[in-house]
């Protein structure tokens, strides 16, 4: 690993983070007959100290693979087959069998609290590909600015009924707000900015971290698969998301920096897992915006896979321009350009995905 490469920072440097977890404790303030409390002392507090990554302590980290049978150790395995874009053999991944009855959905949050990593575009892409391979979708917008929203052409301003009436409003139901997403078997629950105040509103909610879960519940009966998309914040919505779901993607951008703040995001995946959702599993971590051409993007995706081994997905999103351009359409990559390298590699990550789910 060269120095000044980017992805680490030196090993001394450490910084002290305050991880803000949401409990279900709700501790009063000093004056007695007080019903309002402010919304810091609902929240347990804390603090670590998050070294940078920086190869000494790595979030996901795998130990090496043990030598194949017949190899000696320190020598590379014999290649079983070509080399896909993370540098490992590519398996071939079986075709998604199709299901005869839908239901017992699995619910899989696209979470990094970095802001243009791709995971929008990843629950767009992945829903829509699922629902081409036969699966029963619903998307859910979990961030205020609705960009999934807007990125499957609906309209943030003529939204009649949004994730907010359904997590804050006892009188509304899930079939209230879902709407068809323009794919065929794939459904959306839309949000717009009006999300932002259902942070501070669940604060008094009683089992604030378990809403989402509660208020997705009658639609695992329907769905194959539910992918909710997060904002990019580890706050009270994102630890809803988590407390919602079976597992986790992080995609992450092949860039300088790529690992910054993952250590602090893996750390609260671990707090949601011991206190709220023993469930709680990383599906994988998604190279996205990769450039195979430069050696930067090369280096950058041999970092990655040396510091998570199989946990790194073999499909690989690279960088091409017509995602943005499907965004502005108003329609999946998979429907606005359908034979386009960027509409398969996130039907290879449907395949992908599904083989590694125990009864998909
Ligand atoms: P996030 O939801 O993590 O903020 P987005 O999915 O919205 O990230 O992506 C941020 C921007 O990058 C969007 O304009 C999107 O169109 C673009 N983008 C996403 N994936 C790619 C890619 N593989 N190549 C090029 N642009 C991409
Ligand atoms: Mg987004």
Known sequence: MRHGYGLESPASRSQVVVSTLFTGVIRRTENPGSQIV??????LDVAATEPEPDGSMLPFERPAPAPAPGQAPGQAP?????????????????????????G????????????????????INLGASLAE??????????????????????????????????????DVTLDDVVV???????????SNIDLSAAEVQLVNEVAREQTLQRVLAPALADYD?????????????????LTASDGVIVPLECEYFALRGVA??????DKVRERLNPRLEIEGVLGTMFDGRTLHGREVMERLVQAWGDTVFHTVIRRTVKFSDSTV?????????????????YRQLAKEVLSRWPDA
Not at 38 to 43: D, G, T, V
Not at 104 to 123: E, F
Request: with cysteine; glycine share 10%; hydrophobic share 35%.
């Open 329 to 345: 359409a108003g329609e999946p990559i998979t429907t606005y350009a359908s034979s386009s390298a960027g509409a398969d590699a």
């Open 38 to 43: 402010s919304e810091q002392s609902h929240r």
């Open 180 to 190: 068809p997403s323009g794919v065929p078997g794939m459904d959306l629950l839309p």
């Open 78 to 102: 014999a290649p079983t087959a070509e080399l896909g874009p993370t540098g490992r053999p590519m398996p071939v991944l079986p075709e998604p069998t199709p299901l005869s009855v839908h």
């Open 133 to 170: 391979y036969g699966r029963k979708v619903l998307l859910v917008d979990f961030d205020p600015q609705g960009s999934l929203s807007v990125g499957l052409g609906l309209n943030p301003h003529e939204m009649d009924l949004t994730i907010y009436n359904l997590l804050l409003q006892a």
């Open 104 to 123: 017992g959905a699995r619910v899989v949050s696209m979470c990094n609290q970095k802001g243009g990593v791709g995971k929008t575009t990843t629950t």
């Open 225 to 241: 698969v539910i992918l909710i998309d997060c904002q990019p914040s580890l706050g009270l919505l994102t630890v809803n998301a």
């Open 264 to 269: 602090l995001l893996k750390t609260t995946i």
